[in-house]
């Protein structure tokens, strides 16, 4: 039998044929008005007659992909069309079983393998031979084509479904531009069938598998749970004996521990009473303490503005008419080179930031008043101080004499610094012969 054989079909990247030539639009209309799982379409056009055969895939709605057979004939037609249905279902479960197109999933569906149909050339080709092959056992099963019916037009479509009477069918074959015998049971092979069952068995046998496995381990995470706390338990009861044995032994102790602790309490009530009444007692010496201290404060300021300083140490120095030291404060002085006699305190300040004055009295060492035209009434010399506040505060006072070295014989000197008519302070230095 003389014939071509397509191959066609939307795969994962849309549609695809073999051989490509201008039966794409036929075939695409094939699958246009396809109503069933599976159909074979078959189109008259003038002496050429198409037998298609669309197996739509198990994809969902969204992404619908399917895969088509077509032998075409010239100048004759086929009576058996059940007979073109087995055909077509044993080279659809070669392509699943071989598993280069087409393929089952996990869940058994059959889906495509290919994004389009030339990724696999060799088994395009080995698919239309085995077609083109088959088609010889309709060898005695032909008809010559009878002349095209104009009264019915070449777009006109005729359905039947795999249960109608094949002359029904092959009458329509030969008058109208469509027909269309659709068959949604029964479609696949037994062997098909057996595979898509296996492996639907396997998938779910796979899944309770997977169910038990992940019970069980929850199982198993809730035993290792209930082991720790278990031995939580353990210790904690282990804990709760030696608490209760350590404490049966403790108790009697305790009884003395307290009672010897309550006595302690008592004797501690009895020192506290006594050192409340000691605080009271030092509360009234503290009391009267102040008391007595801003009456001393009182006294103290009055002091202060009779004694302004307290001169707590005196020494005397030699110097020259420029002031600079000829014999250090404090150091033995000798006659021949005395000059200007310089007295340096030590004083306590009082009456802090006041200026006064003290006044000075020199007595030689036959008892006389060292004095001259400019002396103070009664004194020798005076000399201004501004009150500094604090201790241990130094300061020197005016010097007494002349330029001319010799100036003080040897003996025995009294210095006296007054102030307000009170003696601050009083001291003799001894000047030697050299």
């Given at each position: 039998?003389?014939?071509?054989?397509?191959?066609?079909?939307?795969?994962?990247?849309?549609?695809?044929?073999?051989?490509?030539?201008?039966?794409?639009?036929i075939?695409?209309?094939?699958?246009?008005?396809?109503?069933a799982?599976?159909?074979?379409?078959?189109?008259?056009?003038n002496?050429?007659?198409?037998?298609?055969?669309?197996?739509?895939?198990?994809?969902?709605?969204?992404t619908p992909?399917y895969?088509?057979?077509?032998?075409?004939?010239?100048?004759?037609?086929l009576?058996?069309?059940?007979?073109?249905?087995?055909?077509?279902?044993?080279t659809?479960?070669?392509?699943?079983?071989n598993?280069?197109l087409?393929?089952?999933?996990?869940?058994?569906?059959?889906?495509?393998?290919?994004?389009?149909?030339y990724?696999?050339q060799?088994e395009?080709?080995?698919?239309?031979?085995?077609?083109?092959?088959a088609?010889?056992?309709?060898?005695?099963?032909?008809?010559?084509?009878?002349?095209?019916?104009y009264?019915?037009?070449?777009?006109?479509?005729?359905?039947f479904t795999?249960?109608?009477?094949?002359?029904?069918?092959?009458?329509?074959?030969?008058?109208y531009?469509?027909?269309?015998?659709?068959?949604?049971?029964?479609?696949n092979?037994?062997s098909?069938?057996?595979?898509?069952?296996?492996?639907?068995?396997?998938?779910w046998?796979?899944?309770?598998?997977?169910?038990?496995?992940?019970?069980?381990?929850?199982?198993?995470?809730?035993?290792?749970?209930?082991?720790?706390?278990?031995t939580?338990i353990?210790?904690?009861?282990?804990?709760i004996?030696?608490?209760?044995?350590?404490?049966?032994?403790?108790?009697?102790?305790?009884e003395?521990?307290?009672?010897?602790?309550?006595?302690?309490?008592?004797?501690?009530?009895?020192?506290?009473?006594e050192k409340?009444?000691?605080?009271?007692?030092?509360?009234?010496?503290?009391?009267?303490?102040?008391?007595?201290?801003?009456?001393v404060?009182?006294?103290?300021?009055?002091?202060?503005?009779?004694?302004p300083?307290?001169?707590?140490?005196?020494?005397?120095g030699?110097i020259n008419?420029?002031?600079d030291?000829?014999?250090?404060?404090?150091?033995?002085?000798?006659?021949?080179?005395?000059?200007?006699?310089?007295?340096?305190?030590?004083y306590?300040?009082?009456?802090?930031?006041?200026?006064?004055?003290?006044?000075?009295?020199?007595?030689?060492?036959?008892?006389?008043?060292?004095?001259?035209?400019?002396?103070?009434?009664?004194?020798?010399?005076?000399s201004?101080?501004n009150v500094?506040s604090?201790?241990?505060?130094?300061?020197?006072?005016?010097?007494?004499g002349?330029?001319?070295?010799?100036?003080?014989g040897?003996?025995?000197?009294?210095?006296?610094?007054?102030?307000?008519?009170?003696?601050?302070?009083?001291?003799?230095?001894?000047?030697?012969?050299?």
């Amino acid at each position: 039998m003389n014939s071509t054989v397509y191959l066609f079909g939307d795969f994962s990247q849309g549609y695809s044929q073999y051989p490509n030539d201008y039966a794409q639009s036929i075939f695409q209309n094939f699958y246009a008005r396809s109503n069933a799982k599976t159909q074979i379409v078959i189109h008259r056009k003038n002496e050429l007659m198409y037998y298609g055969y669309i197996h739509k895939l198990d994809t969902d709605a969204s992404t619908p992909q399917y895969i088509g057979m077509c032998v075409l004939l010239n100048g004759i037609m086929l009576k058996n069309i059940k007979a073109l249905f087995s055909l077509f279902e044993n080279t659809f479960t070669d392509l699943v079983v071989n598993g280069v197109l087409l393929e089952f999933n996990d869940k058994g569906d059959v889906i495509t393998k290919v994004n389009q149909l030339y990724e696999k050339q060799n088994e395009v080709d080995r698919i239309t031979n085995l077609l083109h092959n088959a088609m010889s056992q309709f060898d005695n099963d032909c008809v010559k084509l009878p002349p095209v019916s104009y009264g019915i037009s070449v777009t006109d479509v005729k359905d039947f479904t795999d249960t109608d009477d094949d002359n029904d069918i092959m009458d329509a074959a030969s008058k109208y531009g469509y027909t269309f015998i659709f068959k949604n049971e029964d479609y696949n092979t037994r062997s098909l069938s057996g595979y898509k069952e296996i492996i639907r068995r396997l998938n779910w046998e796979k899944e309770e598998i997977t169910k038990n496995f992940n019970k069980l381990s929850s199982e198993y995470q809730k035993v290792l749970r209930q082991k720790k706390q278990f031995t939580v338990i353990i210790f904690l009861c282990i804990a709760i004996v030696i608490f209760i044995v350590a404490g049966s032994s403790m108790l009697s102790s305790k009884e003395t521990a307290i009672s010897d602790l309550e006595n302690k309490v008592s004797n501690l009530k009895n020192d506290i009473s006594e050192k409340v009444t000691t605080i009271s007692t030092l509360q009234n010496s503290l009391s009267s303490a102040i008391s007595a201290k801003e009456e001393v404060e009182q006294r103290y300021s009055c002091i202060s503005d009779q004694i302004p300083i307290l001169i707590t140490n005196m020494e005397l120095g030699n110097i020259n008419s420029n002031g600079d030291v000829v014999t250090s404060y404090g150091s033995t002085i000798y006659s021949n080179n005395t000059m200007y006699l310089q007295l340096r305190i030590t004083y306590t300040g009082i009456n802090t930031g006041k200026d006064i004055r003290l006044y000075i009295k020199l007595y030689t060492p036959d008892g006389t008043l060292s004095t001259c035209s400019s002396s103070p009434y009664g004194y020798s010399f005076s000399s201004d101080l501004n009150v500094i506040s604090g201790e241990k505060n130094i300061t020197t006072l005016t010097s007494w004499g002349s330029s001319t070295p010799g100036q003080w014989g040897s003996g025995s000197y009294r210095f006296e610094i007054w102030y307000d008519n009170v003696c601050l302070k009083a001291k003799s230095f001894t000047i030697y012969d050299y």
